[in-house]
């Protein structure tokens, strides 16, 4: 059974540049969250969607987005990229929202901002 | 409001020695702890959980600690070993929400 997939694993960018993340839920899984961590840190949770619509959102700034599509792969997009953006983002994925149970996480994308 | 508090923020122990990490919450409803290990550039990965209805549950040289009345739960690595240094992250669910620690650093000095 496949895990949660992350792509790509690393990226650097400029400030003032925008980005995509990408996040492939275990098959089956629906809901699909984001967080950033960045060195020393703990999760910082971004948000959640689940079947299409963002269910809960943490505290980021606009730039921060995201969705899903209908076979539940998730995008995070950051716009404006600034230098304190650069984190480890993480997917995770579940069956539905809430459920720590089978609650997964992908290997995450390094983003680095230059 | 922290739902889970987690101490230490981090941690030197010599190998061999006994880690200790401890969470604590304050919801009874939460019914699941999971513990999760993180290694650098990796995603956490969920390591042990437990259940409420027990006190402790061992899987190898890594047991959860429970205690009900005192809304605390801890991870124990004994005989901690350099590969164990990691992040930990706690963990607390109702089932249909849940929280995470603010995470551990673990070193295990050779």
């Known amino acids: 059974k496949a895990g949660v997939t992350q792509t790509p694993r690393y990226l650097i960018k400029t400030r003032g540049q925008q980005v995509t993340l990408s996040c492939s839920p275990i098959?089956?899984?629906?809901?699909v969250s984001w967080y950033q961590q960045t060195p020393g840190q703990g999760l910082q949770f971004l948000f959640e969607?689940?079947?299409?619509?963002?269910?809960n959102k943490g505290n980021f700034p606009g730039r921060f987005s995201g969705r899903q599509f209908s076979n539940s792969r998730s995008e995070m997009n950051v716009s404006t990229l600034e230098l304190g953006d650069s984190a480890l983002y993480l997917c995770?994925?579940?069956?539905?929202?809430?459920?720590?149970?089978?609650?997964?996480f992908g290997s995450g994308t390094r983003l680095t901002i230059v | 409001q922290q739902q889970v508090k987690q101490s230490p923020q981090s941690l030197i122990v010599q190998k061999g020695g006994i880690s200790i990490i401890n969470c604590a919450y304050e919801?009874?409803?939460?019914?699941?702890f999971p513990w999760y290990q993180q290694f650098p550039g990796k995603g956490p990965a969920l390591l042990i959980a437990?259940?409420?209805?027990?006190s402790e549950k061992k899987e190898g040289r890594f047991t959860i600690s429970f205690n009900k009345s005192a809304k605390q739960f801890s991870l124990h690595i004994m005989d901690s070993q350099p590969g164990d240094s990691a992040t930990y992250f706690c963990?607390?669910?109702?089932?249909?929400?849940?929280?995470f620690g603010t995470g551990t650093s673990l070193t295990v000095i050779p």
């Open positions: 995770a994925s579940s069956s539905f929202p809430g459920q720590l149970h089978g609650y997964t």
């Open positions: 098959s089956g899984h629906r809901s």
């Open positions: 969607y689940f079947s299409e619509t963002q269910r």
């Open positions: 919801n009874t409803a939460f019914d699941y």
């Open positions: 437990i259940r409420p209805d027990v």
């Open positions: 963990a607390a669910s109702t089932g249909n929400q849940f929280y």
